[in-house]
């Protein structure tokens, strides 16, 4: 069954939201920006990778109410939690962005400390699963850019391994659904140019490759996005790998 684009915005209201909101409910002018790569409900992901380059800061002045952010995620097929390495306005002064892991929502965790990121820095977020155990190691590499080098940045990497059981509702059930998506809060708007992701890999259970040739799956017009065609190669494990090599969030109509 091929996923619809309603589908995927129902999935996303899970997401990075409950972090920033004082309660649990849905936060105010929640949107998203988003598109989608998987093989389907019973084609369980084996890795994600992707790199993306951070876009320039804002120019907004008070980010509290201003929520901006964008990440790489992985949902199970009932899209009812995500596995995300959130990059956030949220957290420092204005124009700054934040590298923050975090898991949605049951119950919601930041899974770091927030780390400091700089427009033009590369962050390569690679998520594995461990097959035997069903736990995932997530992994991510900041290479500076021009900014952060004049800033005194150094390349930093890191990681951590996740239990996906224990979220109380999913209990670990594997995940289907990969995602590349902007997310907006509050008075948060898309002012930040676009962000692009290269070297983007899916890894999935299935000997499938119709999903990498159509994917990624996105609104045909309501915002701008593009990707290069996907190439895909399948192994005797009948794990099927797409390659995109670059995906862009453009920008909004
Ligand atoms: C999670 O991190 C955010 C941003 O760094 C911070 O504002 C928030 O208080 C943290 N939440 C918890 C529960 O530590
Ligand atoms: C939601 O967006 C509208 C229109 O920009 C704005 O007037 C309103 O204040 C926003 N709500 C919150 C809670 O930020
Ligand atoms: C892939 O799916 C097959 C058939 O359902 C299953 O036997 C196999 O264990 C799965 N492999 C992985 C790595 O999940
Ligand atoms: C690969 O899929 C084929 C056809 O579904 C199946 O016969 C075979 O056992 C699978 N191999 C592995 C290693 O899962």
Redesign the pocket.
């Known amino acids: 069954m091929r996923p619809t684009i309603l589908q995927i915005f129902t999935l996303l209201i899970l997401s990075f939201a409950i972090?920033t909101s004082a309660n649990a409910s849905t936060p105010a002018n929640l949107s998203f920006y988003g598109v989608w790569i998987g093989a389907g409900p019973d084609a369980i992901i084996t890795k994600f990778e992707s790199t993306l380059i951070i876009p320039a800061g804002s120019p907004d002045k008070t980010p509290a109410n201003d929520v901006q952010a964008f990440w790489p995620g992985m949902e199970p097929a009932e899209y009812d939690g995500v596995f995300q390495n959130v990059i956030t306005n949220?957290?420092g002064g204005p124009g700054e962005w934040y590298l923050?892991p975090f898991y949605c929502c049951n119950p919601a965790t930041?899974l770091t400390a927030?780390m400091r990121v700089w427009p033009g820095d590369a962050v390569k977020n690679v998520f594995s699963l461990d097959i035997p155990s069903g736990k995932w190691y997530n992994n991510w590499v900041v290479t500076p850019g021009q900014q952060g080098n004049a800033a005194g940045q150094k390349p930093f990497g890191g990681g951590f391994v996740f239990d996906p059981a224990i979220d109380t509702e999913t209990k670990g059930a594997p995940y289907t659904n990969a995602l590349l998506t902007i997310e907006l809060q509050d008075l948060g708007t898309w002012d930040f140019g676009s962000v692009l992701w290269t070297n983007v890999i899916l890894e999935a259970n299935t000997t499938d490759t119709a999903w990498c040739t159509n994917g990624p799956i996105g609104p045909s017009n309501s915002w701008k996005w593009s990707a290069s065609p996907g190439t895909w190669s399948t192994s005797n494990q009948n794990l099927t790998t797409c390659y995109y090599s670059t995906v862009s969030l453009e920008c909004p109509n």
């Open positions: 972090l949220q957290g923050l930041n927030q």
